[in-house]
């Protein structure tokens, strides 16, 4: 089983940037997907970014399109969400989780790390 540990959250205030870090202990295959979620208080999981392992494509939510970045290191089994311009309404927990890219359901979830963007 591949386990997730998200890292890098944090309090910023609007305007701020951060960078959340995903580390995988077990090996990520070239056809799994690996993806960001987030989920706010009162507010239902959404998707946030994915990226292929294999290929580099990548995928964004049209709400973070332009302000953040997915992107990963092979070498270190690492997925990385460099986030721009924050805005108070991108404040929620964030997980990292993997999935095959034949399943529509992620399988893989890390704990969550806390986003807060302070007005």
């Known amino acids: 089983q591949v386990q997730l540990v998200e890292s890098g959250g944090g309090l910023v205030q609007a305007g701020g940037s951060l960078r959340l870090s995903c580390a995988a202990s077990?090996?990520?295959?070239?056809?799994?997907?690996v993806g960001w979620f987030r989920q706010a208080p009162g507010k239902e999981r959404e998707f946030v970014a994915a990226i292929k392992w294999s290929g580099d494509t990548t995928y964004y939510a049209d709400s973070v399109k332009g302000r953040f970045t997915i992107s990963r290191d092979t070498a270190k089994n690492t997925v990385y969400l460099q986030m721009n311009s924050l805005k108070p309404e991108d404040t929620a927990v964030y997980y990292c989780?993997?999935?095959?890219?034949?399943?529509?359901?992620?399988?893989?979830w890390g704990q969550g790390t806390q986003v807060t963007v302070s007005s």
């Open positions: 077990g090996r990520i295959f070239s056809t799994y997907v």
């Open positions: 989780a993997s999935k095959p890219m034949y399943e529509r359901e992620y399988d893989f």
